[in-house]
């Protein structure tokens, strides 16, 4: 819709420029130029029209599709409470028919609990022998989380998204979110353009919080995070591990490595090694061998320590192992503190069914209250430049990296932004 928009007014300025011509009697091959340049855009708006109209007639059809697919598990979930409810009648009358025959009293009966075996037969239990709840087993795991801290420059909490995600400095043991990383950079520009014409010398990189001097070279960063380490620090020790795991920054792949680093950040109280680690031990893909049971008691830890991350990927397992009503809690505690793929989840189990139109409004109120608080206009444009170098979208690319580089201010960005279709707040 943006780009029709934009190619529509591009055709109206076009025919505007060829009444101009006319009324200035411009030669003819101009007029015929500038005609054929209308009849491109006129053709481009049709092509854009057409693509819109086959969007939204997907888009319904995929929506017929879910309701279809919603109607049909809602049909079934509505069957199976159907028989659930005549064979707990059925349990209770026989409890009744063997009450009446061993002279029982109805205070007697009303004590007993109905029950389904592994079998699918009805048994009886005492209220005494009910099973606790899972928040009486352990209460911790089912409680909110807080938000998470804060960026020491900006004061917003730091974000939950990959893409959006902090940098750690060595110097001063600080993690500062990726939007107050790059602003920084480019006051740095700035200053550096403004000494350039003073012929001054340019300032170097620095830390954005302490303004120590930045690492010359993976190496030297590299040696700084194992200094670090050395001291305990359970952030660098993370850092390293994930660089171990991943081979980056030039050092080597090695698993071994860091599976003892994640475990000694874990052994110091960090929760996103502990959630790293249950995650490697219940997921395939990381060349360690696959141990569900440990890998749980790490996420559980993680969740109980205030990772949310680790609370989502619960979420997953218990949906894989078919524990639904598990599942759901967990998604809607995630998805209360701003992670966006429990959000995803917890629709899925709308459609489905499973999930009631209340407790989807409340999560969803949440949610993005979460959202909110983790957002500023310094990382909307950071993710928007971050989602034009994933698109590989040229045009805006080089405008947010003219701004970034110092060549434009925050006010001549969003001109440019907005006349290119791309509305800013």
């Known amino acids: ?80 409470v159907d028989s659930l409810l005549e064979k707990l009648d059925k349990d209770k009358a026989a409890a009744d028919a063997a009450a009446a025959d061993n002279g029982s009293t109805v205070e007697q009966l009303s004590s007993l609990t109905v029950t389904d075996d592994d079998d699918g037969n009805g048994s009886s239990d005492t209220s005494d022998c009910a099973r606790p ?29 990959e893409e959006e995600s902090e940098g750690f400095f060595t110097c001063c043991g600080q993690l500062v979110c990726c939007s107050c990383i790059r602003e920084h950079i480019r006051a740095v520009n700035v200053t550096n353009m403004k000494r350039e014409k003073k012929e001054q010398q340019p300032l170097e990189k620095t830390c954005p919080f302490c303004r120590s001097p930045s690492a010359k070279s993976d190496t030297e960063q590299i040696q700084q995070y194992e ?17 171990y795991l991943e081979g980056l920054n030039g050092l080597p792949k090695d698993t071994s490595k860091a599976l003892e680093l994640f475990h000694r950040s874990a052994d110091m109280g960090s929760a996103e090694a502990t959630a790293m680690l249950g995650l490697i031990y219940t997921s395939e893909g990381w060349g360690v061998p696959i141990q569900k049971k440990k890998g749980l008691v790490y996420l559980e830890n993680a969740t109980k320590m205030g990772s949310v991350t680790a609370r ?28 966006v793929l429990a959000m995803k989840a ?19 109120r949440a949610h993005q209250e979460a959202c909110d608080g983790m957002n500023s206009k310094d990382r909307e444009r950071f993710v928007l430049w971050q989602k034009a170098k994933a698109d590989n979208n040229v045009l805006l690319r080089n405008i947010l990296g003219m701004y970034y580089a110092g060549k434009m201010n925050a006010k001549e960005l969003n001109k440019q932004l907005k006349g290119h279709g791309i509305m800013t707040n």
Request: include cysteine.
């Open 312 to 339: 989502e990927f619960l979420g997953v397992l218990e949906a894989e192992k078919g524990n639904t009503e598990h599942a759901i809690r967990h998604f809607k505690l995630s998805a209360s503190a701003g992670h």
């Open 346 to 364: 917890l629709w899925k189990y709308f459609y489905k069914g499973k999930l009631c139109k209340a407790e989807l409004e409340d999560t969803l």
């Open 133 to 161: 709840s899972e928040e009486a087993v352990d209460p911790e795991l089912w409680k909110p989380h807080p938000p998470t801290e804060d960026c020491p420059i900006c004061f917003v909490p730091l974000p939950l998204k």
């Open 227 to 243: 200094d670090k380490v050395r001291k305990g620090d359970t952030k660098a020790a993370l850092i390293v591990a994930g660089r």
């Open 1 to 80: 819709q943006s780009r029709l928009k934009s190619a529509k007014q591009n055709s109206e300025d076009l025919r505007d420029d060829i009444v101009l011509l006319h009324e200035n009697y411009a030669s003819p091959g101009v007029v015929t130029t500038m005609k054929e340049e209308l009849c491109k855009s006129d053709n481009k708006v049709s092509t854009l029209e057409a693509a819109a109209n086959n969007a939204a007639r997907a888009v319904f059809q995929s929506m017929a599709h879910v309701r279809a697919a919603a109607e049909s598990d809602q049909a079934e979930f509505d069957s199976f």
